[in-house]
């Protein structure tokens, strides 16, 4: 029977995406109904809030539209250059706008500036019957691709955000897909760090970006703003900044129901400042770098070599730094052959007797299968073991 093995390592690897909040160092007050801080770079959550409790989307709901017309795009359904009609539907879309109208034929481009710079109603429903065929059908595939995300507690009902019952999600799940948004996507966030942009012929006061962080901190470069009188104000942000002995270290701030525009702004701004300061972000090794060689059992190599093909970093409260303690968990025999990315032990990293990161740990490299002798000479070593 195979049996849990532990060893000391000497490094980690990144974490997974994991909601294990850090028990300190404690958040600032942070005026909102729910929060949530998550570093992309090591998959921790660094402060949260209610963060399962159900709100009501508003126009965070474009994130998942985004997502789903970048998909189109990438699977080359559509194109950029692609011009749209503007049905009437669209063009009667209530709330803010990008200002089009059905003699128009727009631009996917120019859509995707109109709904994400300008959050524009009509510019949202002109692309959802772009891609889907119909709003329906395209709230169909929304709602199949929060499942495939795994946000569990989200439910779509219309591709803008507009109030509807049924209409919710939670900080939790806005920070799965603002997470994998960014890392799914980086060719089209540039949209959303675009601080001023509107369509010829419309009124030039409609194209600053409601995302007033973008125009106060130059390390913001996203995401979403989102308000209605039951969601309240409401920031999705990210920023990415520069950190000593650790490189670029990415955070995303889920802010929901700020009482102001001001507010939101100012709230995100403090939980975001709060991230950077609050932790010591410790690079351990580079990606691809051992953590550790166990014994390839029957194995045309004596070790298998296990870590991660990407940088191991991971955060904790501000002067623990030098304090990590690592223990690999893996099943014992290991026995050949493993493939190049095969998952064999798991590794956990401890901060003053609390765990702050369990990772997976992988084949970094491919090991064959012994001859038969080296086969039956490790079997003879096992039995007697």
Not at 324 to 338: D, G, K, R, Y
Not at 342 to 364: H, R, S
Request: charged letters at 20%; a positive charge.
């Amino acid at each position: 029977m195979p049996t849990l093995r532990t060893w000391a390592a000497a490094a980690l690897l990144v974490p997974t995406l994991a909601f294990a909040q850090l028990a300190a160092p404690q958040p600032p007050e942070i005026a909102a109904r729910n929060y949530l801080l998550f570093d992309v770079t090591t998959g921790q959550v660094l402060a949260a809030k209610d963060v399962d409790a159900p709100v009501e989307q508003a126009s965070l709901t474009k994130l998942m539209t985004g997502y789903v017309v970048f998909d189109a795009l990438r699977n080359k359904k559509i194109t950029l250059e692609q011009t749209m009609p503007v049905s009437e539907r669209a063009w009667k879309m209530p709330g803010s706008r990008m200002f089009i109208d059905p003699k128009m034929q727009v631009k996917v481009d120019d859509l995707l500036h109109g709904m994400i710079v300008q959050s524009g109603n009509d510019a949202t429903m002109a692309l959802a019957e772009a891609v889907g065929g119909t709003a329906e059908n395209f709230v169909r595939l929304m709602n199949e691709q929060a499942k495939a995300l795994g946000m569990a507690n989200t439910a779509y009902k219309n591709p803008e955000g507009l109030t509807e019952p049924g209409h919710t999600t939670t900080a939790k799940d806005l920070s799965i897909l603002a997470n994998r948004l960014i890392k799914d996507f980086p060719e089209y966030m540039h949209y959303y760090s675009t601080k001023q942009w509107f369509y010829p012929g419309t009124p030039k006061s409609n194209g600053t970006n409601r995302n007033t962080l973008l125009f106060r901190d130059p390390t913001v470069d996203g995401l979403k703003t989102g308000h209605t009188n039951a969601a309240g104000y409401c920031l999705v942000s990210t920023a990415k900044r520069q950190v000593p002995n650790a490189g670029e270290r990415r955070l995303i701030s889920i802010l929901l129901g700020a009482a102001s525009d001001r507010d939101r702004a100012n709230e995100s701004q403090k939980l975001l400042n709060w991230g950077y300061t609050a932790f010591d972000t410790v690079k351990l090794f580079d990606g691809g770098q051992a953590v550790a060689t166990p014994k390839a059992w029957k194995g045309a190599q004596d070790v298998v070599k296990i870590g991660s093909v990407a940088p191991i970093v991971v955060n904790v409260p501000a002067g623990t730094g030098g304090k990590l303690e690592t223990q690999v968990v893996s099943q014992e025999p290991l026995i050949a052959p493993f493939t190049k990315g095969q998952k064999l032990g798991t590794l956990k990293v401890m901060a003053g007797g609390q765990q702050v990161a369990e990772v997976p740990l992988v084949a970094l490299d491919d090991v064959a299968e012994a001859g038969i002798f080296g086969r039956a000479w490790d079997a003879i070593r096992l039995w007697i073991k």
